[in-house]
Nanobody
Framework: QVQLVESGGGLVQAGGSLRLSCAAS????????MGWFRQAPGKEREFVAA????????GYADSVKGRFTISRDNAKNTVYLQMNSLKPEDTAVYYC????????????????????WGQGTQVTVSS
């Protein structure tokens, strides 16, 4: 079991930056692949980024590639999402999630693969 708590959301102007954090409980955090997802009003939740348990492998949605960076600090049980060059279409509630399969050797970008979710943090980008 792992519990996840996101923070760092807020209101920012287009072109600005935000850094989201996701703090995890549990002794096996360093063995979970982690993901970030987002859900805009009236839309389905979508994949944003994922990182392997070691931090050595990352993956991104095309819409954020080159602007967002996912990273993790296993000593702090925390995963981050650095968001640069933000656009109004990035406005959404952002969720972090943990892949329950320990030491999985590949990243997954499907919602159904993630069992553990945080409560979400709101990101609003004004034009």
């Amino acid at each position: 079991q792992v519990q996840l708590v996101e923070s760092g959301g807020g209101l920012v102007q287009a072109g600005g930056s935000l850094r989201l954090s996701c703090a995890a409980s549990g002794r096996t955090f360093s063995r979970y692949n982690m993901g970030w997802f987002r859900q805009a009003p009236g839309k389905e939740r979508e994949f944003v980024a994922a990182i392997s348990w070691s931090g050595g492998n990352t993956g991104y949605a095309d819409s954020v590639k080159g602007r967002f960076t996912i990273s993790r600090d296993n000593a702090k049980n925390t995963v981050y999402l650095q968001m640069n060059s933000l656009k109004p279409e990035d406005t959404a509630v952002y969720y972090c999630a943990a892949d329950p399969v320990l030491d999985r050797h590949y990243l997954v970008n499907t919602i159904g693969a993630y069992d553990y979710w945080g409560q979400g943090t709101q990101v609003t980008v004004s034009s």
